[in-house]
Structure formats: C-alpha cells, structure tokens
C-alpha cells in the first residue's frame, strides 16, 4: 500500500513540474525572443554579406570562363594560337610515337 502511496506521488509531482516548466517557458519566451533578437539580427547580416561576397566571385569566375571561351573559339575559327607553338601541330591531337 505504501508503494502505491509514493508512486502516485511521484506520477503527481511529474505531472505537476511538467505543467510548471511549460508555463514558465511559455512566460519566459518572449523575453528569450526579444533577447536573442539582436543576436540572430548579426548572425543573418554575416551571412547576407558572405552570400554576396560569393556572388560576386562566382559572377568573376563565370566571366572569366567566358572570356577564355571566346577566346580559344576565335583561335579555333582562324586557325592559329598565341602560344606560337608548331603551325601544323594540332595539341587536341593524339602524337603518334616511333
């Protein structure tokens, strides 16, 4: 009998402390809001300013990948390089070995 006295007091208290760290956290969140507030404001300005900052070097990349296209197209399409390598000597060509 003794043991079914403290269970259900023990089952009670659970209940109880739930109940009160519920309320207590319903209480306390805006005031943890308000508080975090300034702190998650710094944490999305960081990441605004890396999100732009990785743009603009993928933009530079992208333009200087389009240049370098440009470039080896107009080499293509008039048949020589600047790098004054052999006239008949295709690079994208397998060498054939003797």
Do not use: N, W
Request: contains cysteine.
């Amino acid at each position: 009998m003794k043991l079914r006295a403290f269970s259900r007091l023990v089952g009670t208290s659970l209940i109880v402390g739930a109940g009160v760290a519920a309320l207590g956290a319903i209480i306390a969140a805006p005031a943890i809001l308000r508080a975090s507030r300034s702190a998650a404001r710094e944490s999305l300005k960081c990441g605004l300013k890396a999100y732009r900052q990785a743009r603009k070097a993928a933009s530079e990349f992208v333009e200087d990948v389009e240049d370098l296209v440009a470039e080896v197209q107009s080499e293509l399409e008039h048949g020589h390089s600047e790098e004054g390598g052999d006239p008949g000597h295709d690079p994208c060509e397998p060498v054939s070995g003797s």
